[in-house]
């Protein structure tokens, strides 16, 4: 009842665009900060954005100016704009809340090959 859902990965060259796209259920999406994290092998899983019930956005500091997270509260959708994808941008990128309150989904891969 309670799942996360990522899309939209995939192998781009440096410079590229990804859109992320991530389906939320079974909680109170409105209300709720959504954020994306990412793993690299060898890596823990890091933050990378997170936006507010409200709209109110942070970015870690290396996608700056490069990522854009949105949210469509209608279709409990939360979404990571990608442009001037790097190769240490490479990871499996996943959504949850910022409170990571709900089991990971899947995720879905980033390779980014220079």
């Known amino acids: 009842q309670v799942q996360l859902v990522e899309s939209g990965g995939g192998w781009v060259q440096a410079g590229g665009s990804l859109r992320l796209s991530c389906t939320a259920s079974?909680?109170?999406?409105?209300?709720?900060?959504m954020a994306w994290y990412r793993q690299a092998p060898g890596k823990q899983r890091e933050l990378v954005a997170a936006?507010?019930?409200?709209?109110?956005?942070n970015y870690k500091d290396s996608v700056k100016g490069r990522f854009t997270i949105s949210r469509d509260n209608a279709k409990n959708m939360v979404y990571l704009q990608m442009n001037s994808l790097k190769p240490e941008d490479t990871a499996v990128y996943y959504c949850?809340?910022?409170?990571?309150?709900?089991?990971w989904g899947q995720g879905t891969q980033v390779a980014v090959s220079s």
């Open positions: 936006i507010t019930s409200s709209g109110s956005r």
């Open positions: 949850n809340t910022i409170l990571r309150s709900v089991d």
């Open positions: 079974g909680i109170i999406f409105s209300i709720t900060t």
